[in-house]
């Protein structure tokens, strides 16, 4: 395989429409849906190379590629799906979508609660991450895939994968489980909730209510934004990049400062604003906060995982404190003991939990190499060759 | 030494009036000003067994004993404090004050503005760590005191220490230097400026005129204190404290949740906001950012410790990840390198930042064996005997 900087190029999103009830988890019925998501790459005549992109917390559909030619931002996970690159487009179909209760495109807080005609808002009810892999099946039975070769997720996508290879035993060939965890901490819990108390004492947040009182908690966004940033990075890989460096004034003067680290925070917190929904963010923290497949079974994952057909690739990334190495480990334990096939990487970095996000070499090496064995498996023509 | 839970049992705050103007290392003058402060044990006939204990971002003078009789909660630091404890008030005479910019009674942001005869609110000035020593040598004076036998300081207080020794070489004779740096790393500085942005963003901060607008900025304060709890405790630490427990609801049902550490930290920000004035929590934390004594030498921080004569002891705590060993060794290797007198301890312990005020055994016996063969040199009846 040739890793080269090539792009899946112009990509347009698509709409699944589930016309059929859908009942979550909580009990709820949505009485439809609709999924936004892309897919790069061609689906073989036996379906059988398909990849599905899980997203994580502030994650979407848009992955690979570019939406116009003038597009000067390319899909967050650009730099490892394309042609050549480690989720290969020349031999894979990859599929990526947005989750519902995102703010998208597909059915979520943003969307009309035909009860009420009016958007959903705070009433969109709570989501599960099995409430996301069953929406995911309904998408992959429209798409014609009756298994994906691999499914692959970082962070709470990791948790979505992870699922699958549960809930759909039959369904999933390989998981590939990146920078996740089987369960958050309560540290991870207690970050959450923090960013959650940040929106929602905003009081433009309105209950839920801000967009008919034209409105937005960007303040609180903002500082939910800040809070993820600061513990998705480590404290090495944030004293490399910004230091003590200041951005104005002299501290020994006692004028108004400005560290380089805080004004990094205050654009990303302030972009982050302005595009993401309030209500969404909400929802997804409590998605990653509630995940835990074995608390129904006295807590051993062994026995939750003990059906699953999959085979696992985990990895973890060294400076990453918030879905440590051990937390990886956790899940490549259970499999273990439950006698399934696992690989396993932990990955020198020093960029915390957004390694996972990054090229780098090794990671980025073993992706190619995990899925590049697979697809030999798949295609008798290159086993054979 | 027979370490019991004997208390200093009542005291009573004091206070000291500088009626002299102080000019701040910012160039502001306040025309004087007033600290409150507290003292334990007996000073000897030549003054030489006083111990100054330096308080930390939330701290104040009230480190030991009770108020009243009926008074439940001792000072912040009674553990270490008292009769036959680490900090030996049978030996020495402890004083313990609130810093200049607090809120605990000694002249700050609550204080009146003698030119403009409100209070100074955001408009009190810009604090460094050594304006704080240069006030805390004038309580010296004031008590009688020409050189501390010791002064100790956790965190913030452990900075205030070391700067002692760098502005007062002859009148402190041991640091002791717990869970503190030389200076903060990014990630510090990114998470006070998240908790002072949880403050100023607060509507019912009114750009630091809460007061006169009759209202607090609760939300941002809470915000702010759930920041630094979450922050000043470990992964491992919260886990076995709280797990992944429920105060009530069930996940998986779609119900309102309440996981027991948030609340557990809804409780500790609702009381914190009720009792710490926001324009301070402001101030203090913009004085750790700004503490770097060695930025003014090429970041040669053995320069900056070339005159120091005092002996130092330097502890740190291995699950504290905000003020970590690595940072405490920074200050042992500068000193070693300066050729100074150091002693070092690496506690074990789970409860990260935090770790600095808990009793915890191997810790209270360093501190002490340190204050134990200090006070020997100080009384020849003692080292004689």
């Keep these: 395989m040739n890793l080269t900087n090539a792009s899946v190029g112009l990509v347009a999103p698509e709409i699944y429409r589930h016309e059929a009830p859908f009942v979550l988890q909580c009990g709820v019925t949505l009485p439809s849906y609709e999924l936004v998501y892309e897919t790069y790459g061609t689906l073989n005549n036996e379906a059988t190379n398909a990849i599905l992109i899980c997203h994580a917390l502030s994650g979407h559909h848009h992955a690979a590629g570019v939406h116009t030619e003038e597009d000067v931002k390319p899909g967050w996970w650009d730099s490892c799906i394309g042609p050549g690159k480690p989720i290969d487009t ?19 807080p943003r969307s009309k609660n035909p009860k009420t005609g009016q ?75 923090i960013a959650r108390q940040a929106i929602t004492s905003d009081p433009n947040f309105f209950a839920g209510r801000y967009a008919e009182n034209e409105s937005n908690p960007d303040q609180g966004l903002m500082l939910a934004r800040m809070i993820g940033h600061v513990t998705y990075l480590s404290d090495d890989g944030m004293r490399e990049k910004f230091g003590r460096e200041l951005k104005s004034g002299n501290p020994q003067k006692g004028d108004d400062v400005e560290f380089q680290v805080e004004s990094y925070l205050h654009h990303q917190g302030r972009s982050f604003s302005q595009v993401f929904d309030a209500n969404t963010y909400v929802l997804m923290t409590k998605a990653l906060d509630f995940y835990d497949p074995a ?61 996972f996000l990054l090229p780098i070499p090794r990671y980025f090496d073993v992706l190619n190499a995990y899925l590049g064995h697979l697809y030999e498996e798949l295609d008798p023509k290159v086993s054979s060759s």
């Design 90 to 108: 020349n031999l894979y179909f990859v599929v990526s979508l947005n989750n519902i209760g995102g703010c998208h495109g597909s059915t979520g």
């Design 119 to 193: 958007a959903y808002g705070p009433e969109f009810p709570t989501v599960l991450v099995r409430d996301w892999v069953a929406t995911q099946a309904h998408l992959a039975d429209h798409l014609g895939i009756r298994q994906f070769a691999a499914i692959v997720g970082g962070s709470l996508g990791g948790m979505q994968a992870m699922q699958w290879a549960i809930d759909f035993p039959d369904r999933i060939r390989t998981a590939i489980v990146i920078a996740s965890a089987a369960k958050l901490s309560a540290q991870n819990i207690a970050f959450n909730e």
């Design 295 to 355: 608390s129904e079974h006295n807590n051993d994952l062994a026995t939750v995982l003990k059906d699953v057909s999959a085979r696992f690739l985990v990895v973890s990334f060294t400076s990453d404190w918030r879905f440590s190495v051990e937390r990886s480990q956790e899940i490549v334990n259970a499999l273990v003991a439950a006698g399934k096939n696992v690989a396993t990487a932990i990955i020198e970095s020093e960029h915390g939990h957004d390694s």
